[in-house]
């Protein structure tokens, strides 16, 4: 049996913001909250079903690499052994699965900023360019944006964490403006994801970002907003110029406006075109329906910043079947900081620790077809805007008929306080006409368990940061 999935992704949403009201030149929300429309990274392309399947994996893949921070091995698996390899792709920034069209500075220009629920800080290529990728919209300079302020030395930013999988280095540096008037320390940063080989540098300023608003001619503008200008970056960043955390952070959207909870709301995985909604503060609110589920957050002592979104994961359920997995493979270590559960939504597939993986691929198998053995479907390289530096692989179980899928149980994810997440068939099994099967969307790794946003999808989730809770209903996101 085989097993990939080295995950990155988010489905790159792009953001168009549909406000609540207009909200300009301030350092906080609108009152009430505000929403925003994701699109899927996706959306603006004519791929097939196989096809969004072959770029999440991939996508899904170097994610993996990066929640992992260097002690987690993504992992393949056959029936005679497990092996594990080391993961070195040739990484881009756009591992994420959603971004936001935004615009920065003063006049505006545009932004476009991959969504990282996993990570805090804001950063955007700008001039003057020691290293950028090509990007298609225009490098934002603050030297030409009336709003830009440099963030000095002394401030509290100029030394907030990232989580423990990015690494974040600060240095001070004076520069020379040629009159004898003192020129004040500037706050450099460098922000790297060492497994990935990716990084920016450059310093750290505040701006004022502007959300498009929900009606023409309208929009939404947050000033004073600390954020990093990346002079030299490293890697590639397809559809995106940036990335906007959403963690917990202090550098993070929702820590710099104080918002105290937010939600998302995404749709079907295969029509990646339909927006999914992005709520802030009061508008983040799952109503009082009977079917919500709550489970607590909790941090990892290891994680200065608190930044990842960490639940416990008690148990899985197929059918009325409890999986036999060992007591304590989901659990939390302590003494090292591996282990646990996070949920993700830039991660295409969600990924299992590798005893629970093999107990969920047998047990599918064993529901099909007593006998049948699944098979790990590969896929290559064909698209030449996307770089497959390692296989691609999913488990993936031959069809009789193969035009539909066979009814299924649903598959239930048990996590603290008696929350059920539960997922029907089309929230982890895909159908390939083409091949005549249907594959496993998920994958194993050792150190972690990470549940990605194809479990997410029509799944209605509300991060409460200051209750310090997780809750979730099924929605038909479409209509929020």
Known sequence: MASLLHSSSLWWLMVVVAATSLLVGSAAPAAGGFRLE???????????????????AHRSRVRAAVLSGGSTTVVSTSAASANSWDVRPN?????????????????????????????DLIWTQSRPCTRCAYQPTPVYDPRTSRSFVPEPCSSAMCRAPLPRFNQLDYSCSSSSNNTRRPVPQRCQYSYNDTVLGASTKGVMGRETLTFPGSRPGTSMSISGIAFGCGYYNTGRIFNSTGTLGLGRGPLSLLSQLGIGKFSYCLT???LPRRMSPLLFGSLADLGGAAAVQNTPLFQSRFDESGTPYYVNLRGISIGPTRLPIPDGVFD???????????????????????????????????????GITPRPRSYTANDSSIYYDIDQALICYPLSNGDELPVMPDMVLHFDE??????????????????????????????ISVIGNFQQQNMHLLFDIIGGYLSFVPADCSKL
């Not at 756009?94 to 991959?114: C, D, N, R």
């Not at 949920?343 to 990924?351: A, V």
């Not at 539960?422 to 050792?446: F, P, T, W």
């Open 418 to 447: 008696n929350a059920d997440m539960v997922l029907h068939r089309d929230n982890y099994m895909i159908l390939l006409k083409e091949q005549s099967e249907m594959c496993l969307a998920m994958g194993a790794a050792q150190g």
């Open 332 to 370: 939390f270590q302590q003494s090292d900081g591996s282990g646990g559960a996070v949920f993700d939504s830039t991660l295409s597939f969600t990924l299992l620790e590798e005893r629970a993986f093999q107990e969920v691929v047998t047990h599918i198998a064993a529901l099909l077809d007593g």
């Open 91 to 119: 990484v881009h920034w756009s591992h994420s699965e959603y971004v936001v069209e935004l615009q920065i500075g003063t006049p505006p220009v545009p932004f476009v900023a991959a969504v990282e629920t996993s990570s």
């Open 268 to 270: 079907d995985y295969f």
């Open 38 to 56: 994701l699109r899927h990274v996706d959306s603006k392309g004519n791929f097939t079903k196989s096809q969004l399947v072959q770029r999440a």
